[in-house]
């Protein structure tokens, strides 16, 4: 058959409303033309993320009425471990309330002020762990990923020259090395097995943990089995378990994978590191046993992680942004291509060419969306990953983003239809759009709260 079909059907509805283009226009100045400060209910189709915005599966809403609510040793406790083990093959799990409380526990514990801290891709909220605990997070992502158009079966892949070099040069200053599967900043783009061996190689040379950032390891197996010699007739628990067991260390947020509305963890392999996570953990997220989560949200990520590594899921899943990709192409919107498993990435840079990085384009393509259509997506451009030099000038992001994350199995075919009608009309007035300026920030994490004014 050529169509594949969501392999499920639905039993719970939420209605979604779409207000009228007047209306939005009002929302987003009010929201200071920034789509974090919208309210949900006012967005047609959100797109901003993938993470928590899942459908559960009726086995996990079953597994919900299981949970057990007990403070230490709980039966949850328990089933939770038990599919972290086994995925991960790691003795120590420690759940946290989300991937962030793992990375801050990891950071607290491990990275000291100076230190650096190599990554294909630091995630956000890795960067902003690391740069608070006075670390320098280095990017590394392979020389493919920065050219959009590339067709390269591995974008997410780590550079390995780039991670030899600051190995030899920095050595005493690295903790450990970082890898994200998929690489959500550089694409969604999927991470092959061979360049977690040779990263793996490059760490036992060096003697350095390896540590997994695997938001999206169930998606990335997919990609190793349907890309990657050797694979095809494995598992994607199998594929998902040669990863890990190249790693010391994972951290997670169950938000993506984990097809939960909440929670993350981390794992590791060795005792005195579990040592140092779980005192940290008992101070800032709960008991070793819940970390940061009730029973029975255990209870739902542990039935998710399996459901998240079943083919006939990651079938549909990757079936739902090839169709949107293919659609792209034949209007010649410029992507991120080949698209990565969770989000098409717009390139506003060449969208809107005529648009400064520091006027910022992807705000700009992000805005006429939710004009448009009431469609909230996400800038990953320089608002998100611009930087300052030392003089206090803004330094642009490589690349200008526009993520469409596409939550799990959330939105049917004709949403996503709508979308790309929307997108299409933006895409035939683009000359008409123009830049903006930040009239307000913090300093850390900038793009969730800060505010815009039009050029
Ligand atoms: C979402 C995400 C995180 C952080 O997880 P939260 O649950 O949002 O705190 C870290 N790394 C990557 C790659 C992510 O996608």
């Not at 471990?81 to 003795?91: F, N, Y």
């Not at 158009?149 to 991670?163: I, R, S, V």
């Not at 997670?252 to 984990?258: C, E, I, Q, T």
């Not at 895409?427 to 008409?432: F, K, P």
Request: net charge negative.
């Amino acid at each position: 058959m050529n169509t594949i079909i969501e392999p499920f059907r639905i039993k719970v509805t939420e209605p979604i409303h779409i207000i009228s283009a007047e209306e939005r226009a009002q929302k987003l100045k009010q929201a200071h033309w920034n789509v974090f400060l919208l309210d949900a209910e006012d967005c047609a189709i959100d797109l901003l993320t993938d993470s928590g915005t899942g459908a559960m599966s009726t086995h996990q809403w079953a597994a919900m009425m299981m949970g057990d609510e007990s403070y230490a040793g709980s039966r949850s406790w328990k089933r939770f471990r038990d599919v972290v083990q086994d995925i991960s093959g790691m003795p120590f799990v420690f759940p946290t309330h989300q991937g962030r409380a793992a990375e801050g526990i990891l950071a607290e514990c491990i990275v000291k002020s100076g230190m650096i801290v190599p990554n294909n891709s630091h995630f956000d909220t890795t960067r902003a762990n690391l740069e608070y605990v006075g670390a320098d997070a280095r990017n590394m992502p392979c020389t493919e990923s920065m050219d959009t158009a590339a067709q390269y079966p591995f974008k997410g892949n780590m550079d390995l020259n780039l991670l030899r070099e600051t190995l030899e040069q920095h050595a005493a200053e690295i903790p450990f090395v970082m890898i994200t599967v998929t690489n959500n900043t550089g694409g969604g783009q999927p991470v092959s097995m061979a360049n977690i061996r040779s990263v793996r190689a490059l760490c036992d040379e060096f003697e350095k943990p390896l540590v997994i950032d695997a938001c999206r390891f169930a998606e990335n197996a997919w990609f190793v089995k349907q890309r990657e010699q050797g694979f095809a007739d494995k598992s994607l628990t199998e594929i998902a378990q040669e990863m890990f067991a190249m790693a010391d260390a994972a951290t997670m947020s169950l938000k993506k994978d984990g097809l939960a509305n909440i929670g993350g963890f981390l794992v590791c392999r060795n005792e005195e590191w579990a040592d140092s996570f779980r005192n940290l953990l008992i101070l800032r997220e709960g008991f070793p046993t819940y970390g940061g989560l009730a029973g029975r949200d255990l209870e739902a990520i542990a039935v998710g992680l399996r459901e998240a590594l079943e083919e006939e899921y990651q079938r549909y899943r990757h079936a739902t942004v090839q169709y949107f990709a293919k659609q792209l192409d034949a209007a010649g919107i410029p992507y991120m291509s080949p698209a990565g498993g969770h989000a098409i990435f717009l390139d506003a840079k060449k969208f809107l060419p005529h648009i400064d990085s520091l006027q910022y384009p992807g705000i700009s393509l992000v805005n006429a969306l939710y004009l448009e259509g009431g469609i909230r997506a996400v800038e990953l451009g320089s608002v998100m990953f611009g930087s300052f030099d030392k003089d206090g000038r803004e330094i642009p992001s490589p690349l200008e983003l526009v993520r469409l994350a596409f939550p799990r199995r959330v939105y049917t075919q004709s949403h996503f239809d709508y979308v790309l009608e929307v997108l299409k009309r933006v895409y035939d007035q683009r000359s008409t759009l123009q830049g903006y300026n930040i009239t307000k920030q913090p300093p850390f994490l900038r793009h969730f709260t800060c505010e815009f004014e039009p050029v």
